[in-house]
Each structure stands twice: as C-alpha cells, then as structure tokens.
C-alpha cells in the first residue's frame, strides 16, 4: 500500500500525479491520496472577503488562525473544490476514486488546539477561538472497507475533535498519520522542490538519505517552514510502522513513480 | 429505509431535520440524507464574482446555466460546505454520517444535457457548455456497503457523465433515484411549503393524499415552479418501487416525523 500526498499547495503537477496512481492500480497497487488545500483557501478567502491571518506561536512556528468562517472556507475549497476536482480527474483515468474528509466517519480524529499562544507586534497573546489540531486516531476500518470493495480513497485535510467540531489539520500529517495506521509499505510526500535540502535555497543540495537516527538531527539543522511539517510526518509515520517515506519532487513528469525508485529525499527506518 | 430530501435551499430547520435523523438511526431506522445546494451557491458565486445566471427553456422550464466555472463553485458549495457541516452537524449529535457526492465511487451516474435550447430576449438560443444533467444509474453497491456498516450517507447532489464530467444534478431528483435503486419504504421531500398547495398562494389549500394515478394531472394543475420538480421526482420514485412519497413542510419542530405521520402531501401507489 502506497499513501500519497500531493494537491492543494500550488506548483505540483496534478495530472501527472493522477495519471501516475491510475497506472499504479491498474498494476494492482493500493493507493491513497491525500492532499492539501492551503493556497486555495487562501485566494478563495481574500474573494470572499475574509483574508487568511497567519499567527506565530511563542515557539517561533507560523499558522494559519482558524476562526469558525476561516474553517467553513476551508471545508469548502479543501472537501469540495479541492477534493471532488480530483474525484473527477481520477474517474476520467479510470480510477474509481472516493472523496472523503476526516469529518466523515469520523475518519480522522482530532485534539482541538482551542488556545493558541502568540506572538504579536511583540507581545504575547492568547487566541481562544482556533479551529485546527492534531490527528489521534484513524477510522482504518472505513478505509479498510473501501480499499477492499476496489475503491481509492482521496482524503481532505479535516479531522473531527472528540466534541464533534470541525478542524482544520495538516495534510502532510494526515498522510502520515494514515500511512502509520495502515502500516504503508510507503509513504510519499510530494514537494514544489526536490525533497530536503542542505541549502533550502539551491536545489542542487539535496540530501538524498536520511536514516531513521539522523532525522530529528536533520530537522534542527535543514529543514524550513513547510520542509518542517513534512518531516515531522515522516518522523511519525517510521514510529507508526511505515518502512520508507519519500520527499520528493511533484512538478516532474512521473513523480511518484519517480519517488518509489528512490527519487527525493528517501528516509528509512534505521541506518543510512 | 427512509430517504430524505432536506437542505441547501433556505428556509429550513436543518437543526429540526437532524435531530430527527439522530433519532430514527438510535430506533434503528436505516436513513439517507439528500440535499441541495442552490441558494448558498447563489449566494457565493455572487461573492467571487461569477453571479448565477438562469435560463428558460424551450418548454418553458426554468433552470441554472452551469457553466465550468459555475459547476466548480456548485461542486465546492454543495459537496464542501453544506455537505460538511450536515454531516459535522450530524457527528455531533452521535450519527457516524458519512458525506459523498455522486462523484464519488460514481455514485450517481448521469447524462448530460450538454445542448440547452433557451428563449432568450424572445429568441431560439442554443447554449453547448452546460454542465448538468440527468441521473441514470445509482451505485447501489457503495451505499450499501456504508449502510451495513453503520454508517449515515449524506449526498450532495452531484453526477458523474460517462465521460467522467461532474454534473450539477437536482437534489429532488436525486433523493428519488437514490429512493428507487434501493426500493426504500418512504422517500420525505422537505420543503418551505407544507406540501402541494392548489392555490401555491394560500398554504391552507395543502392537497393531503395524491393516488399514483392522479400524479401526472395534479402535476399539471397545481406545481408551481421548484413543485413540479419535487413532484416529478415523486413520480420516479413511486415508478421505481418506492412505496411512499411525502412532500412534506421543513420549517417546522419534527419534520421527519410528522411526514412519516402523514403530514403534507402523501403520494402512494394505487389509488388515493
């Protein structure tokens, strides 16, 4: 099984990945795609008159602040627009493709971050009415029920709180929590870069292993803002059980088959 | 089985209608819901500056123009944001509702009506990129796979051509095809009218029992607008074994309910 994710974040090229999983289940492979959403929710909010807001947490991490209309317009460009453009693509390829977000079936259940702490024009604030958090637990016994009737799963990055609300998560996180809960044989990130680089300014730096060891080591020392969140996926997804992450490219032709022949930045459970 | 038409039009006490669901799946009540998506995606797409148009037919009915763009902002509304918060709305009240589109696992498969011949300005048009359509054929296999396993289907209404196209699909019609592919006993059509008025003016001339026969004449004589639609959905419904069909009123305490009591008007087969 090869959990895959890719969409939503601008510069990917979308129709290559589809075309890539279309010859993979055709081989028999099962695939899951999870994508993203955070450009597009971005245009569609300035639109809508509600432009997105990005805090800093007093640890230094940069997020997007969630309120209840910034979640609404989430859930709409990531599970409708987002999610069923891609359905649609997968159908025309021949791939019986499922759209689902976390919210449905309780797929993906989350810790709600109701308090965020910040940083703001120098002080610290503290905001009470964020809509994102962190998965605990996949519904593997949806996922397993429609991978087994044939279908592909295509999921939108949203998890439901033990309270039932919706929330925003991270679907980089969402790959590779479901990777872990599946125990993927391979969990592949695609990236508007090569995968993890010394110098996150020249492509040319990239590091092609990474052993399980080294990861924390490598995050502290070369990875920037997104390159973070994606190798802390891969971090968890090699604690729950997948044997091989990729980082890799997704504006090539053929990108996840690329990734699988060791394209990327490929990071392995023990030694380099 | 009960199918349900609710949502996506304004008008309604959705809350009401998922309490109701929330009870009749806690007496073990098998329930699908069906909903639309018209008035919040005019709504929206006025706001990013497409704004809806309508169109009259040759034969006099009145219906959107889809275009690409339009179904786009359909799709996202529909499947993202109404679908979505049904379905959190539903979670939180303990029913392990699932969301989909006809997209999804082609769910709903459809024709497209790809030539649309409109009277515009007192003259014959000929419009080619429409995207709406027809349901054909119902996925029975994956809504009962998500009904034996306990799960609440929740449907946007969107289908799927033959050459893998969403298609904006009515939402009536839908909760009649979906009603007729699974022989249910009741299919429920909530609307902001108490039922099939003779005088579409005056609420207190609600028709209370229509037999099959008379459908087609009533039809005729009475449906006003979006009625015709919920009658011409009752009719599919009933020709595809459908036992019952209420068109019943959304705006009140316990819709579900009062609709399966007998409240609004009662469309069964045979005689009245």
Redesign the interface.
């Known amino acids: 099984m090869i959990v895959v994710k890719a969409g939503g974040n601008g510069g990917l090229d979308i129709e290559a990945v589809c075309a890539d999983i279309a010859e993979l289940v055709q081989q028999g492979e099962q695939v899951i795609l999870v994508h993203g959403g955070s450009h597009e929710t971005n245009v569609?909010s300035e639109?809508?008159?509600h432009p997105p807001r990005f805090v800093t947490s007093v640890s230094g991490h940069v997020s997007r602040y969630t309120d209840r209309e910034t979640l609404?317009i989430f859930?709409?460009?990531?599970?409708?627009?987002i999610?069923?453009?891609l359905?649609?693509r997968l159908?025309?390829l021949g791939v019986?493709?499922?759209?689902?977000?976390g919210?449905?079936?309780?797929l993906l259940e989350g810790k709600r971050k109701s308090t965020l702490r910040i940083i703001e024009d120098g002080k610290q604030k503290v905001l009470r009415d964020d809509y994102s958090g962190r998965i605990e637990k996949v519904n593997t016994?949806?996922l397993h029920?429609l991978l087994a009737?044939g279908?592909v799963p295509v999921i939108a990055p949203?998890a439901?709180s033990e309270?039932?609300?919706?929330l925003n998560v991270d679907g980089d996180r969402v790959a590779a929590a479901i990777g872990a809960a599946l125990s993927a044989e391979v969990l592949i990130i695609l990236s508007n870069v090569p995968g993890l680089l010394k110098d996150f300014r020249d492509e040319k730096t990239l590091i092609p292993l990474v052993g399980q060891g080294q990861i924390e080591e490598y995050l502290e020392r070369y990875a920037q803002g997104r390159m973070k969140k994606k190798l802390l996926g891969t971090i968890e997804a090699l604690k729950g059980g997948v044997r091989k992450a990729v980082i890799a490219d997704g504006r090539v032709e053929r990108p996840i088959y690329r990734a699988l022949s060791g394209s990327g930045t490929v990071i392995t459970q023990g030694g380099p």
Do not use: C, F, H, P
């Open positions: 569609i639109k809508l008159g609404e859930a709409m460009v990531t599970a409708g627009r999610n069923k453009l359905v649609e159908q025309q019986n493709a499922v759209g689902l977000s919210l449905d079936g309780r016994q949806l029920a009737a279908y949203l439901i309270q039932g609300e919706a």
